[in-house]
C-alpha cells in the first residue's frame, strides 16, 4: 500500500467510523438503560434513508429539512414502538428480542411492499473532491464524517449535560434508586428509544446519497454497530465512539492492504475482546 | 404476454386436443434459499413441467440436482456456463452465451479503447463473480490484455473505497464485472470521486438505474454496458422492434423492455413449439429431442439450440447481446456481439 493510499484509507475510514459510531451509539444507548438489544435499528436507519429521499430528492424540500423529517420520524416511530410494543415486554429479554426482529422484517417487508426493490439515489449535496498532493478526498465524505461527528458530540452533549441526561444516566446507573428520587422512568424510556431510533434514522439519511437507498440496507450496518458495541463494551457511551473509529479503521486500512479478506479483523476482534476482556474496551462490566 | 398469445390462439394443439398454458410465478428471492422454497412449491405442490429460472446462479445451483433434475423438470436459465453439460440434460440457457461474452467483449474493447488494456476483474465473491472472472482472465489472456490483479467483494459492500483504492494502486485501467446493478453504480460513483479515469466493463441490463446511482458524468465517463439493449435502437433485430411495440402496447409506454422480457417470450414459444412438435405433454425426452431439432422462434430469428461444441450437449439458445454506452444522455447500443448458432 502506498502512502498515499494509507493516508486515503485513514481519512475515509475515520469517516466511516463516525457514521458507524452513530449507529452503534443509539444501539447501545437504548441497551444501557432498558436491557433491550433494538434489532428493529436497522429498520429505522433504512427508514431515516428512504425519508430523505423522498423529502429531498423527491419532493425536493431542502436537506436540513429532510434530514430533520428522517430525525424527527424515526424517533417518533422509537416512541411508539418502546410505548406499544418493549413496555410490555420489558422484563424479558427473550420475548423483547423476538419483537425487536419481528418488527425489524416487518418493516422490511413492508419497504419492500411500498418502495419496492430497485436502489433509490439521493443526490448529494456535497460534491467534487480535494485535491492534496497525490491524495484524493471526497468532499461528501468528509461533511458527511463532520455532521456524524456533530451529532456525536450533541449527543455526549444532553446525555452529560441536561437535566434529563442525567435523569437517563441515573436510571442506567441505578434503576431502583432513580424511582425512588422520583425519576419518571416510563418516560425516560420512552425518550431513551425515540433518541436511538432517532440515531439511526439521522445515519441513515446521511449515508443515503453516498451510497444507495433499499430495504436491507440496514443489516450490514446492524452487524457493524453489534460489533462497536461489544468491542466497546455493552452500554458504554464512550466505548461505542472509539469502538467506531476502531473498526472504521479496521475496515478501511485492512481492505486497502490485503482485500476483501480483511473484513474478518473486525470479528477477529470480536472474538479477542470476549475471550481477553468481556466487558469490552470501556464497558463496566455491569451489562 | 407470450402466454396470453398462445392461449388466445386456442392454446397449444397436442395430439390433436387442445391444452391451455398456465403460468405461477414464484419468488426466488435471489438466494439460494429462496431458490428452494420456490422451486419447492413449483415442482411438488404447482406441479410445473417447465420452470424459467431461476435468475441467479446461488439459487440454480441449489435446486438444479437436488430438486428439478430426480423431478426431470425442464429449466431454462440464465446462469454461467458451469451449469450446462451432459451431466444436466434438464437444464437450458436461454441468454446471451457466457463463455462467449467476455472474449467478444474483449474483443470489440480493444478494437474501440486500444489504450484500456490493463484489466483486473472487480467481481462479487459468489458463484456469479468467480464464474465471469474465470472466463474473463481467460479471454483477456488469450487477447493480449495484461492482467494486473482481481478484486473481490462481498455482495452487502456499500463502502468500496478500499478496493478501488487497491485497484487504482495496481494501475488497472479496465475493470470487469458482472456485480448487480446497484453495486455496479456505487462502485462507478466512488470510482469517480476517487478519479478514476479508466474504464469499467459490467452487466448493464439495468443501465438508467445504474446512472441513477452513479450519476450521469460517471456513467458517461467509466461505464461500458454488456447484456444491455437498448430496444429503442436502429441496431437492433427487427423481431425485437416488434416484441418492443408490443409490449409497450400491453403494459404501457413507461414499462421497461428488458432482455429478460426478450428471453423470457422467447422461452415460452420455444417450450411450446417443442411440445407440439413432441406431440406429447408428459413424454421429457420427446420434449427435449424436439427442442434439439426444431429451429426455436426466437426473437431475434429463428435458430437452433447450440453448445454442443462447448458443453458436450446442445442446450443454448443462439442470441447475441448488445454493448451499450451513455453518450450526451442517451443510452446508445453500440453493437450486437456473440455467434449464431452457438458453437
Same mark, same amino acid.
Given at each position: 500500500?502506498?502512502?498515499?493510499?494509507?493516508?486515503?484509507a485513514?481519512?475515509?475510514?475515520?469517516s %466511516?467510523g %463516525? !457514521?458507524?459510531a452513530v449507529?452503534?451509539?443509539?444501539?447501545?444507548?437504548?441497551?444501557?438503560? %432498558?436491557?433491550?438489544?433494538?434489532f428493529?435499528?436497522?429498520?429505522?436507519y433504512?427508514?431515516?434513508?428512504?425519508i430523505?429521499y423522498?423529502?429531498?430528492?423527491?419532493?425536493?424540500l431542502p436537506?436540513?429539512?429532510?434530514?430533520?423529517?428522517?430525525?424527527?420520524?424515526?424517533?417518533a416511530?422509537?416512541l411508539?414502538i418502546?410505548?406499544? /410494543?418493549?413496555?410490555?415486554?420489558r422484563?424479558? $429479554? $427473550?420475548?423483547?428480542?423476538i419483537?425487536?426482529?419481528?418488527?425489524?422484517?416487518?418493516m422490511e417487508h413492508?419497504?419492500l411492499l #411500498? /418502495?419496492? /426493490?430497485d436502489p433509490?439515489?439521493v443526490?448529494s449535496?456535497?460534491?467534487?473532491?480535494i485535491?492534496?498532493s497525490d491524495?484524493?478526498? &471526497?468532499?461528501?465524505?468528509?461533511?458527511?464524517?463532520?455532521?456524524?461527528l456533530a451529532?456525536v458530540?450533541?449527543f455526549?452533549f444532553?446525555v452529560?449535560?441536561?437535566k434529563?441526561? =442525567?435523569?437517563? =444516566?441515573?436510571v442506567?446507573?441505578?434503576?431502583?434508586?432513580a =424511582?425512588?428520587t422520583g425519576a419518571?422512568? +416510563?418516560l *425516560?424510556?420512552s425518550?431513551?428509544?425515540?433518541?436511538?431510533?432517532a440515531l439511526a434514522?439521522?445515519?441513515?439519511?446521511?449515508?443515503? +446519497? %453516498?451510497f444507495?437507498?433499499?430495504?436491507?440496507?440496514?443489516?450490514?450496518?446492524?452487524?457493524k454497530?453489534?460489533v462497536?458495541?461489544?468491542?466497546g463494551?455493552?452500554g458504554s457511551?464512550?466505548?461505542?465512539?472509539v469502538?467506531g473509529?476502531? $473498526?472504521?479503521q479496521i475496515?478501511?486500512i485492512? *481492505?486497502?492492504?490485503?482485500?476483501?479478506?480483511?473484513?474478518?479483523?473486525g /470479528?477477529i476482534?470480536v472474538?479477542l475482546i470476549l475471550?481477553?476482556?468481556p466487558?469490552?474496551?470501556?464497558?463496566t462490566g455491569?451489562a | 404476454?407470450a402466454?396470453?398469445?398462445?392461449?388466445?390462439?386456442?392454446g397449444?394443439?397436442?395430439a390433436?386436443?387442445k391444452y391451455n398454458?398456465q403460468?405461477?410465478?414464484?419468488?426466488?428471492?435471489?438466494t439460494a434459499?429462496?431458490?428452494?422454497?420456490?422451486?419447492?412449491?413449483l415442482?411438488? +405442490?404447482?406441479?410445473?413441467k417447465?420452470v424459467?429460472?431461476?435468475?441467479?446462479s446461488?439459487?440454480l445451483?441449489?435446486?438444479q440436482t437436488?430438486?428439478?433434475?430426480?423431478?426431470?423438470?425442464?429449466h431454462?436459465?440464465?446462469?454461467?456456463?458451469?451449469?450446462?453439460g451432459?451431466?444436466?440434460p434438464?437444464?437450458?440457457?436461454?441468454? +446471451?452465451?457466457?463463455g462467449l461474452?467476455?472474449?467478444?467483449?474483449?474483443?470489440?474493447i480493444?478494437?474501440?479503447?486500444?489504450?484500456?488494456t490493463k484489466?483486473?476483474?472487480?467481481?462479487?465473491n459468489?458463484?456469479?463473480?468467480?464464474?465471469?472472472?474465470t472466463?474473463?482472465?481467460?479471454?483477456?489472456k488469450?487477447q #493480449?490484455f495484461?492482467i494486473?490483479?482481481?478484486?473481490?467483494?462481498?455482495?452487502?459492500t456499500?463502502?468500496?473505497y478500499p478496493?478501488i483504492?487497491r485497484m487504482l494502486?495496481?494501475?488497472?485501467?479496465l475493470?470487469t464485472s458482472?456485480?448487480?446493478?446497484?453495486?455496479?453504480?456505487?462502485i462507478?460513483k466512488?470510482?469517480y470521486?476517487?478519479g478514476?479515469?479508466?474504464l469499467?466493463a459490467g452487466?448493464?441490463s439495468?443501465?438508467? &438505474?445504474?446512472?441513477?446511482?452513479a450519476?450521469?458524468?460517471?456513467?458517461?465517463?467509466?461505464f461500458?454496458?454488456?447484456?444491455?439493449m437498448n430496444?429503442a435502437?436502429?441496431n437492433?433485430?427487427?423481431?425485437?422492434?416488434?416484441?418492443?411495440?408490443?409490449?409497450l402496447?400491453?403494459?404501457?409506454?413507461?414499462a421497461?423492455?428488458t432482455?429478460y422480457?426478450?428471453?423470457?417470450y422467447?422461452t415460452?414459444?420455444a417450450?411450446a413449439?417443442a411440445?407440439?412438435?413432441a406431440g406429447?405433454?408428459?413424454?421429457v425426452?420427446?420434449?427435449?429431442?424436439a427442442?434439439?431439432t !426444431?429451429?426455436l422462434?426466437?426473437t431475434?430469428?429463428?435458430?437452433?439450440?447450440g453448445?454442443?461444441?462447448l458443453?458436450? !450437449?446442445k442446450?443454448?439458445?443462439?442470441k447475441?447481446y448488445?454493448?451499450?454506452?451513455?453518450v450526451?444522455g442517451?443510452?446508445e447500443?453500440l453493437?450486437? !456481439?456473440?455467434?449464431?448458432p452457438v458453437p
Amino acid at each position: 500500500m502506498s502512502p498515499e493510499s494509507f493516508l486515503q484509507a485513514v481519512v475515509n475510514g475515520l469517516s %466511516m467510523g %463516525m !457514521i458507524y459510531a452513530v449507529v452503534a451509539l443509539g444501539l447501545t444507548f437504548v441497551f444501557s438503560l %432498558m436491557g433491550i438489544i433494538n434489532f428493529a435499528h436497522a429498520a429505522l436507519y433504512m427508514l431515516g434513508a428512504y425519508i430523505m429521499y423522498y423529502f429531498f430528492a423527491r419532493w425536493e424540500l431542502p436537506y436540513i429539512v429532510a434530514l430533520i423529517a428522517a430525525v424527527v420520524i424515526t424517533g417518533a416511530l422509537g416512541l411508539v414502538i418502546e410505548r406499544y /410494543f418493549y413496555r410490555r415486554a420489558r422484563s424479558v $429479554l $427473550l420475548s423483547s428480542i423476538i419483537i425487536a426482529i419481528a418488527i425489524n422484517t416487518v418493516m422490511e417487508h413492508g419497504a419492500l411492499l #411500498g /418502495f419496492g /426493490f430497485d436502489p433509490r439515489k439521493v443526490p448529494s449535496i456535497f460534491t467534487g473532491v480535494i485535491q492534496i498532493s497525490d491524495n484524493t478526498f &471526497s468532499v461528501e465524505r468528509l461533511a458527511i464524517g463532520g455532521i456524524g461527528l456533530a451529532l456525536v458530540l450533541a449527543f455526549v452533549f444532553f446525555v452529560r449535560y441536561t437535566k434529563m441526561g =442525567r435523569a437517563m =444516566r441515573a436510571v442506567s446507573q441505578d434503576y431502583d434508586a432513580a =424511582r425512588l428520587t422520583g425519576a419518571n422512568v +416510563s418516560l *425516560i424510556y420512552s425518550l431513551a428509544m425515540g433518541i436511538g431510533c432517532a440515531l439511526a434514522g439521522a445515519a441513515g439519511a446521511l449515508m443515503s +446519497s %453516498m451510497f444507495s437507498v433499499d430495504p436491507y440496507m440496514g443489516v450490514p450496518y446492524l452487524f457493524k454497530a453489534f460489533v462497536i458495541i461489544i468491542v466497546g463494551g455493552l452500554g458504554s457511551i464512550p466505548g461505542s465512539i472509539v469502538a467506531g473509529l476502531i $473498526l472504521g479503521q479496521i475496515d478501511s486500512i485492512f *481492505i486497502t492492504w490485503l482485500g476483501n479478506i480483511a473484513q474478518m479483523f473486525g /470479528f477477529i476482534l470480536v472474538i479477542l475482546i470476549l475471550v481477553f476482556r468481556p466487558r469490552g474496551l470501556m464497558g463496566t462490566g455491569r451489562a | 404476454m407470450a402466454v396470453e398469445e398462445i392461449n388466445a390462439k386456442g392454446g397449444i394443439t397436442v395430439a390433436g386436443k387442445k391444452y391451455n398454458v398456465q403460468f405461477v410465478a414464484r419468488d426466488d428471492k435471489y438466494t439460494a434459499e429462496g431458490g428452494v422454497a420456490a422451486a419447492n412449491q413449483l415442482v411438488y +405442490s404447482d406441479g410445473v413441467k417447465f420452470v424459467l429460472g431461476p435468475v441467479s446462479s446461488a439459487a440454480l445451483l441449489a435446486v438444479q440436482t437436488s430438486i428439478f433434475e430426480p423431478n426431470k423438470t425442464l429449466h431454462f436459465v440464465t446462469s454461467w456456463s458451469s451449469v450446462l453439460g451432459p451431466t444436466h440434460p434438464y437444464t437450458f440457457r436461454i441468454s +446471451s452465451e457466457p463463455g462467449l461474452i467476455w472474449p467478444g467483449l474483449l474483443e470489440w474493447i480493444k478494437k474501440t479503447y486500444p489504450n484500456n488494456t490493463k484489466l483486473a476483474p472487480f467481481e462479487p465473491n459468489d458463484a456469479t463473480g468467480k464464474a465471469s472472472a474465470t472466463v474473463t482472465l481467460a479471454s483477456a489472456k488469450t487477447q #493480449g490484455f495484461t492482467i494486473v490483479g482481481e478484486e473481490y467483494y462481498e455482495r452487502t459492500t456499500t463502502d468500496f473505497y478500499p478496493i478501488i483504492t487497491r485497484m487504482l494502486d495496481k494501475g488497472s485501467n479496465l475493470w470487469t464485472s458482472a456485480g448487480a446493478a446497484g453495486e455496479q453504480g456505487l462502485i462507478i460513483k466512488q470510482a469517480y470521486e476517487k478519479g478514476y479515469n479508466g474504464l469499467l466493463a459490467g452487466w448493464g441490463s439495468s443501465l438508467f &438505474s445504474i446512472r441513477d446511482i452513479a450519476g450521469q458524468a460517471a456513467t458517461e465517463k467509466i461505464f461500458i454496458a454488456f447484456l444491455s439493449m437498448n430496444y429503442a435502437s436502429p441496431n437492433i433485430k427487427p423481431g425485437q422492434t416488434a416484441l418492443t411495440q408490443k409490449y409497450l402496447a400491453k403494459y404501457g409506454k413507461d414499462a421497461e423492455m428488458t432482455e429478460y422480457v426478450e428471453h423470457a417470450y422467447d422461452t415460452i414459444n420455444a417450450i411450446a413449439q417443442a411440445v407440439q412438435t413432441a406431440g406429447t405433454i408428459d413424454d421429457v425426452a420427446a420434449i427435449i429431442k424436439a427442442l434439439e431439432t !426444431i429451429q426455436l422462434p426466437l426473437t431475434q430469428g429463428a435458430a437452433p439450440l447450440g453448445g454442443q461444441q462447448l458443453y458436450g !450437449i446442445k442446450r443454448a439458445f443462439s442470441k447475441q447481446y448488445g454493448v451499450s454506452r451513455i453518450v450526451a444522455g442517451k443510452w446508445e447500443t453500440l453493437a450486437l !456481439i456473440g455467434p449464431v448458432p452457438v458453437p
